[in-house]
């Protein structure tokens, strides 16, 4: 599977004004695919776990740029009465070399969101987490 992310400060930082960045990502039985923009200008990405294969865009996909890292966020599952879980990827900069690739090391994060539509609020953490240690590549692909 791969991870595709195109963001103006991995572009900047590699000198590389038209080119995309292919990540290859993969852990435990977590695959993604992720392309930050699609043939209609919107992202895609492609979550694939040991359960399911799951498709999104656009606005489906969230992001944020941080000091850690671009945060790459999609919800999972969605219930209507008790929560919904999602997946944040952090992907990490990287500056390129010659050879237009390096391996990474980086880590999701799958958090079930609990809470109750009827009755009384959930008492404590309403958060779960779970880690997954993912690795892979980044290419540089120009366009």
């Given at each position: 599977m791969m991870l595709l992310v195109?963001?103006?400060?991995?572009?900047?930082?590699?000198?590389?004004?038209?080119?995309?960045?292919?990540?290859?990502?993969?852990?435990?039985?977590?695959?993604?695919?992720?392309?930050?923009?699609?043939p209609n200008g919107k992202p895609r990405l492609q979550y694939c776990d040991a359960v399911q294969t799951l498709q999104f865009t656009g606005d489906e996909i969230r992001t944020a740029t941080l000091e850690v890292g671009t945060l790459v966020t999609i919800t999972t599952a969605m219930t209507i009465d008790s929560?919904?879980?999602?997946?944040?990827?952090?992907?990490?900069?990287?500056?390129?070399?010659?050879?237009?690739?390096?391996?990474?090391?980086?880590?999701?994060?799958?958090?079930?969101?609990?809470?109750?539509?009827?009755?009384?609020?959930?008492?404590?953490?309403?958060?779960?987490y779970t880690v997954t240690e993912l690795s892979g590549t980044e290419t540089v692909v120009p366009f």
């Open positions: 195109l963001t103006v400060a991995h572009a900047q930082n590699a000198g590389l004004a038209r080119s995309l960045h292919r990540y290859t990502l993969s852990g435990r039985d977590l695959h993604l695919t992720y392309l930050s923009s699609g929560g919904y879980t999602s997946f944040t990827v952090v992907l990490p900069q990287l500056n390129f070399g010659p050879l237009k690739e390096a391996p990474i090391k980086t880590f999701g994060v799958t958090t079930v969101h609990r809470f109750l539509a009827v009755g009384p609020p959930l008492q404590g953490q309403t958060d779960l």
